[in-house]
């Protein structure tokens, strides 16, 4: 760990678990396991923390809290579910609020099962978050010294496989999320996806010369309309969303709006859209087990009408 100026802060939430999870968690604290020995202090402020623990599921009414106390989190940050509530909704999962484990809200880097987890296997999680960590501010720091660079430029037909597969990969927890493997990003073909190369305006996010991220886009009416944000789950916290994003409404700047859509429940991908000043207006069923949310923002740049 030569990055580590300081040991590292966790902070710990509980999201709705029994209790019997939290319990093993603060026995890390106390002089049988003492892990303050080596430095790791359960900090109560986002801001000072490193990793986030997490035990319980996700549901109606804690989703927005947790998301909140993720977005506090400076970068480089490490998420661990405790328990399997918190992996999946454990036994709760089919309940009517209950939405699932912390991953559908945020994303997770290491998964702690076990009801209750025991306090050696939350240790062991917290060492593996330690060396996500460690990976992480490597990527950064050498983003940020320009010895490795994000790459954004526009996709061309021989890109259609690369960009197919992590599609499918960056659709998989959307359809876990639905519990509906029918989605149209997880059926789409390589010939189609490279019809949409050559008809839509496609971007590739590019790092070591391997597509991390893309996003696509097209006009109609005025509107850019703004599809297939997507994401290679290693390379999250890179900012790469945000610039895509950008680059596409830096292309589309002639367009009056920019408008995008999420599953009503990927709340990750609903925040995200509001962040960036994208308004929710409109809502529609899109299948038996879906709904969907368009959110739009104007751009008052336009040069258009
Ligand atoms: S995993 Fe078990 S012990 Fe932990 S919060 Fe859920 S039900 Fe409670």
């Not at 089919?94 to 209750?116: F, L, Q």
């Not at 992480?136 to 010294?145: F, P």
């Not at 509001?274 to 207006?281: A, D, E, S, T, V």
Request: hydrophobic content about 40%; some cysteine.
């Amino acid at each position: 760990m030569s990055f580590l100026k300081k040991s590292p802060w966790i902070i710990h939430y509980d999201g709705s678990s029994c209790n019997g999870c939290d319990i093993e968690v603060l026995a890390c604290l106390t002089p049988v396991y003492d892990v303050e020995r080596f430095g790791i202090i359960n900090t109560g402020n986002p801001k000072h923390a490193d990793i986030l623990l997490i035990t319980g599921s996700i549901n109606e009414q804690n989703r927005e809290v947790v998301y909140n106390i993720y977005q506090q989190m400076p970068e480089p940050k490490v998420v661990v579910a405790i328990g399997i509530c918190a992996t999946s909704g454990g036994i709760f999962r089919e309940c009517y609020n209950v939405m699932g484990g912390v991953d559908k809200v945020i994303p997770v880097d290491v998964y702690v099962p076990g009801c209750s987890a025991r306090p050696e296997h939350i240790i062991d999680g917290v060492i593996a978050a330690l060396k996500v960590l460690e990976e992480r501010r490597k990527k950064i720091l050498e983003i940020e010294s320009g010895k490795e660079a994000i790459i954004i430029e526009t996709a061309i037909p021989s890109d259609a496989e690369e960009i197919l597969t992590l599609q499918k990969l960056s659709y998989q927890s959307e359809a876990e999320l639905y519990n509906d493997f029918s989605l149209t990003p997880l059926k789409q073909t390589l010939d189609e996806m490279r019809e949409d190369i050559n008809k839509k305006l496609v971007l590739k996010a590019v790092i070591k010369g391997q597509i991390a991220g893309s996003v696509r886009a097209y006009l109609e009416n005025e509107t850019c309309l703004i599809q297939r944000l997507i994401l290679h789950p290693l390379s999250r916290h890179l900012g790469i969303k945000t610039k895509l994003m950008g680059e596409i409404e830096k292309i589309f700047s002639h367009a009056k709006k920019y408008e995008v859509f999420a599953g009503n429940k990927s709340d990750r991908w609903i925040y995200f859209y509001k962040k960036l000043g994208y308004k929710i207006f409109k809502s529609a069923k899109v299948s038996e087990k879906r709904d969907r949310v368009y959110l739009e923002k104007n751009n008052l740049n336009s040069k258009l009408g």
